[in-house]
């Protein structure tokens, strides 16, 4: 679990219900034990801030996979771009 990534609890902690989602806004460098959550509403509103033990939580989705697809994508368009660019000053 990494910094960004949407987690939702397997069980209630404190008083939230387990299926509340979060995410992680800070990943403990000394630690892959604990993390800092932000738990919102469905109008985005922070609901709660807790350290959640990690076997509480599952991420749903990783950001750091997110990231690595977003960067390919644009790699590619960019290299579409040039190559138009190049065929259209031939």
């Given amino acids: 679990m990494n910094e960004f990534d949407v987690v939702r609890l397997k069980r209630p ?3 939230l ?3 509340a989602e979060g ?3 800070q990943k403990y460098p000394q630690t892959d034990e604990v993390y800092y959550v932000e738990f919102m509403d469905d109008d985005g509103n922070t609901i709660a ?3 959640v033990p990690a076997d ?3 991420v749903i989705w990783d ?3 997110y990231a690595k697809e977003r960067d ?3 790699r590619l368009e960019k290299l579409a771009k040039e ?3 190049s065929k259209d000053s031939n």
């Fill in 56 to 58: 509480y939580l599952k």
């Fill in 83 to 85: 190559n138009k660019n």
């Fill in 23 to 25: 995410t992680i806004v």
């Fill in 49 to 51: 801030l807790y350290d």
């Fill in 72 to 74: 390919e994508k644009e």
């Fill in 13 to 15: 902690y404190k008083k």
């Fill in 17 to 19: 219900k387990a299926g």
């Fill in 63 to 65: 950001y750091e996979k």
